[in-house]
Each structure stands twice: as structure tokens, then as C-alpha cells.
């Protein structure tokens, strides 16, 4: 069993409401969603860090964020914009050293600051979200 929880759920081994996955990278429901619909997106393969992780994997975590930024918009969560987040070293809070993307929904006035959201972080209906995520995901982009 792996020491590494994002690597479990890459594996199948770690439950997680799955929203998004091609041949490298896999995409999930934040378990403390800063808002209901928080993803994140991980290379399949193991990098602690960005200096861990090729630019080539880089570039397809981007690529898979636009692909979830732009269903958080079209779907029934509305959202009115994204933030794409990387925390990179302890030092800019990164707590799960296997590096990932945050996709974050916001909506006008939702007046989100990280430390507020830390307390109060939860979907009381994940399965519900990552569905609706998910049947965008494979709708028509437009
Ligand atoms: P970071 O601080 O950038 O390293 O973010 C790690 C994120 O992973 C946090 O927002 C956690 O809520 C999230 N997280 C930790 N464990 C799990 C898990 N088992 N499933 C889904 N998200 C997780
Ligand atoms: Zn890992």
C-alpha cells in the first residue's frame, strides 16, 4: 500500500469522487472543498513538487484545468469565475506532496478568503456534485 494518499487514489486503492480522467491525469473532488465543486488535478504518476514534475505533465494539468474550469461555468454550479492554484513547498501550503492543481469555483460576491473557507470547507453532497461535473464534462463543450 502506498504511503501517498493522491497516488492511492490514482491507483484505485483510496475512495474519491472522481470528475475527470485521461491517460495521465485524474481529476477529484476536494474532501474540504473551499466551495462545493473544488477539484483537483493530478498527474497520474507520482511528483512530490513542480521541480518533480516534467513540463510536459505541467502542461496537460493545465490543459484538464481549462477542460474543469469551463464545466464549473456551464453547469448547474454556475460559477462566474475560477481560481487555478498551485501550492508549491511547505512554505506556500502545500500539505499533499504530490503535486496538484486546485480548480476552484467563485461566484460574484461569494467574498472567499482561504483561512475562512479552512473552517468552514465542506459539500454536504459530493456525489451529487461530482455527477453534475462529470455529465458536463462529457457533454457538448458549447
Ligand atoms: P494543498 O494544501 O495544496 O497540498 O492541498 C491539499 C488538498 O488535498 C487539501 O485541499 C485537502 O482538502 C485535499 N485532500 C487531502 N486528502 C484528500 C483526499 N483523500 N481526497 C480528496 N482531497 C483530499
Ligand atoms: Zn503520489
Request: net charge neutral.
Amino acid at each position: 500500500m502506498t504511503e501517498c494518499i493522491f497516488c492511492a487514489i490514482a491507483d484505485g486503492s483510496s475512495p474519491a469522487h472522481i470528475v475527470y480522467e485521461d491517460t495521465d491525469i485524474l481529476g477529484f473532488l476536494d474532501i474540504r472543498p473551499v466551495r462545493p465543486g473544488h477539484t483537483l488535478l493530478i498527474p497520474k504518476k507520482h511528483a512530490a513538487d513542480l521541480a518533480e514534475l516534467s513540463p510536459e505533465l505541467g502542461g496537460k494539468l493545465f490543459v484538464a484545468g481549462q477542460s474543469i474550469a469551463a464545466a464549473l461555468r456551464a453547469s448547474s454550479i454556475a460559477a462566474d469565475g475560477v481560481n487555478l492554484l498551485v501550492n508549491d513547498g511547505r512554505a506556500a501550503f502545500q500539505s499533499v506532496f504530490h503535486s496538484h492543481l486546485h480548480v476552484v469555483p467563485r461566484h460574484h460576491g461569494d467574498k472567499l478568503t482561504l483561512a475562512r473557507g479552512l473552517l468552514t470547507r465542506r459539500d454536504n453532497d459530493m456525489p451529487a456534485t461530482a455527477a453534475i461535473l462529470r455529465a458536463q464534462l462529457e457533454g457538448p463543450r458549447r
